[in-house]
């Protein structure tokens, strides 16, 4: 995953977080049906609201293999040949997170208010939407990117600022 990617995925991840301690406690609801799952399972297609986490997987696998690289890298090959294993084996649970997201659409959302959501989606406004909004997003990203990096120079100069007045000096 490239840089670009962590950042997407960290920003879905942070939203994620976000918006799920900001709702309201779980609603007592009684469980959904095959007709509510279908068309949550529908919008969140649409919307690529699964989407963001594909990469998760190979993300932790890669991730956690590093970590063992790191402290003897004399298992490079031995490690790549495990992670491409064990991507293998563990890819085809990436269905298991998309099935809780579209179980948070449908608990959250009503049949009939995830048709209206959908009608919107397929218009052509609705369609406009999703392609502007992943371009959004995409540019959003690089403008976060920018201001971090401009962000990290004022913060090194303050830092060393802050400790030259107590008697640091780096």
């Known amino acids: 995953m490239n840089f670009v990617g962590l950042v997407r995925y960290a920003f879905v991840v942070v939203a994620a977080s976000m918006c799920l301690s900001f709702s309201s406690p779980a609603r007592s609801q009684p469980q959904p049906t095959a007709s509510h799952l279908a068309l949550a399972k529908e919008l969140v297609d649409i919307v690529g609201a699964a989407r963001e986490f594909e990469p998760l997987v190979t993300g932790v696998i890669v991730q956690t293999a590093s970590t063992y690289l790191q402290s003897n890298p004399t298992l490079a090959k031995d490690l790549n040949e495990v992670v491409e294993l064990l991507v293998a084996e563990f890819l085809p649970r990436r269905g298991e997170l998309q099935n809780d997201v579209i179980r948070l659409y449908a608990a959250r959302l009503t049949e009939p208010e995830l048709k209206d959501i959908l009608t919107f989606y397929k218009s052509p406004l609705g369609k406009k ?12 990203v690089k403008k ?6 401009k962000l990290r120079e004022e913060v090194v100069v303050r830092i060393r600022a802050e400790l030259k007045k107590r008697g640091r000096d780096l």
Request: charge should be negative; avoid cysteine; glycine fraction near 6%.
């Open 129 to 140: 939407m999703l392609v502007e909004s992943s371009y959004i997003l995409g540019e959003a």
């Open 144 to 149: 976060a990117d920018t201001f971090a990096a």
